[in-house]
């Protein structure tokens, strides 16, 4: 009897005899989903999507023998770090390998930077630094799961963005080394502007293995909680705080509504007072609970990391980003989130607009940060899911009235937050992923006859 020829992907497996494989499909299935179950549009989109084998490297060399398996059986690749991201950014939608770097995560702080591996946790990345006085400059609040290759394939900014920017702002990552996808992987150090060409490239053109991030001089940051009558009144504040003079890692304005799926704050934070979430500087306390009470506010928490850990508190950053989004499904899978960047200067009666019109279909949260050199103000609302014809003209309304979306319920580069295909991007998948194995699906830049054979 004729022998069955192996498939690509067994013939990968059978490659890499000695390197961590699984093909267990309950696992696969696992592995095989993000955080776009935020979505309930994505979640019926991708429901079905799974790899065929999990690998995971432990060091460069192994990744170096996976990702020459994979280009020389022309077997599709998902990099997956710690697989946080909210579009399924790293759900394969074409089968293949699944990458997961987490054994990848070195890091090393020298004065001013830190050299760190891929699949390094970002809070590893911070205690690091922390103990040799320094600090990082900016975190998503999934800092204690999500890894630094995947915050810069994946993310945008958050915690720290208010006085750092963001990933794309000069001078906050300086270096990325990326391992091309041949059969003879190679390694490509690109520096300053160069680095765009893969950030937020979603994994579609080349595997990230190292990068060089700047680091700071570390602050003594409190967990600040300030409560205020009315949300126009968090807004203004945080229109007033957002100037250089304050030192903050963290300014949020969150609705009341938003206080029963808070509960771990107690007291703290209840259904009759709008809130302001916040990291300040210990030594600029009092400047900013002056400025609060200036706004008809009262600071009502200032505490420090290991007081909101012994009185089980939630640290202000669970309370901001989306993480605003995750506490609220827990209790109530009725809502999903869209993201939204307000035009400059931020105008707080257009922000009450959009609250006045919209009711109990939508749950403001306000992020006060820094990006492109200016003061800016994004929104990651709650909204109520009814279906995705009305969270279209919900976007339509927003957009129409001058308000930017980033549509969290799509899959590529470019129907999210991007709007346009990425050239550079481009250019360097020929060069990193000739074969087009990469993440496919995730740019609508990537055309078939683009692919080398
Ligand atoms: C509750 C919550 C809050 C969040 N808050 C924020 C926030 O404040 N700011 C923000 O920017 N994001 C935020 N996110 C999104 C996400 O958590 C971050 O972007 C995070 O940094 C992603 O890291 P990860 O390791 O989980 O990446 P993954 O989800 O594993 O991967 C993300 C993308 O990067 C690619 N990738 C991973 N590793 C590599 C590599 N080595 N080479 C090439 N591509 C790679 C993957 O293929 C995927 O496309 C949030 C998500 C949740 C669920």
């Keep these: 009897m004729k022998a069955q020829a192996m498939t690509p992907v067994e013939q990968v497996h059978q490659a890499l005899r000695g390197i961590e494989c699984h093909d267990d499909p309950g696992l696969l299935r696992s592995k095989s989903k993000d955080f776009h179950w935020y979505s309930p549009v994505l979640s019926a989109l991708l429901q079905d999507k799974t790899a065929d084998l999990l690998v995971i490297p432990k060091d460069v060399e192994e990744l170096r023998r996976v990702a020459s398996a994979c280009a020389r059986f022309r077997v599709n690749v998902t990099l997956r770090g710690g697989g946080t991201g909210n579009y399924g950014q790293c759900v394969p939608m074409a089968r293949g390998v699944i990458i997961e770097t987490l054994k990848l995560n070195a890091v090393t702080v020298h004065s001013g930077c830190a050299t760190v591996q891929t699949g390094c946790i970002i809070e590893k990345l911070e205690l690091a630094a922390r103990a040799q006085g320094q600090e990082i400059l900016m975190f998503p609040s999934t800092l204690t799961d999500a890894t630094m290759g995947g915050f810069i394939a994946g993310g945008f900014g958050g915690v720290g963005s208010i006085r750092h920017g963001v990933l794309k702002d000069p001078g906050n990552v300086t270096r990325i080394q990326v391992m091309t ?48 009558d009315s949300y126009e009144a968090t807004l203004r504040f945080g229109e007033a705080a957002m100037t250089p003079g304050l030192p903050l890692r963290l300014l949020t304005s969150v609705e009341r509504g938003f206080a029963p799926y808070y509960t771990a704050l107690g007291d703290y934070f209840s259904e009759d007072k709008d809130a302001v979430f916040a990291l300040c500087a210990a030594a600029s306390l009092g400047d900013f609970e002056r400025l609060v009470a200036q706004h008809g506010g009262r600071v ?27 506490m609220a499904l827990k209790k109530d899978r009725a809502w999903t989130y869209m993201q939204l960047a307000f035009p400059q200067p931020f105008q707080v009666a257009q922000a009450m607009a959009l609250v006045a019109e919209f009711g109990h279909e939508i749950l403001w949260h306000h992020e006060f940060s820094l990006a492109y050199g200016s003061y800016s103000v994004f929104a990651i609302p709650l909204v109520s899911f009814f279906d995705a014809e009305r969270l279209t003209e ?43 194995l990469m993440n496919p699906g995730k740019t609508r830049g990537w055309t078939p006859d683009m692919v080398q054979p």
Aim: hydrophobic share 45%.
């Design 181 to 228: 996808l041949e059969a003879t992987p190679r390694l490509v150090e690109l520096h300053g502007a160069d680095i765009q060409k893969v950030h937020h490239a979603f994994g579609t053109n080349g595997i990230i293995t190292e990068m060089d991030v700047k680091l700071v001089p570390a602050e003594d940051w409190r967990h600040v909680i300030a409560l205020f």
């Design 300 to 326: 009502v928490l200032a505490m420090t990391d290991a007081e909101i850990a012994a009185a089980h508190l939630l640290p202000a950053y669970e309370c901001a980003y989306n993480h605003t989004t995750l």
């Design 394 to 436: 919900i976007k339509d309304r927003i957009e129409a009235l001058g308000v930017g979306v980033f549509d969290a319920h799509v899959i590529t580069i470019e129907d999210g937050g991007m709007k346009t295909i990425d050239s550079a991007q481009i250019d360097f998948k020929r060069i990193a992923d000739p074969h087009g």
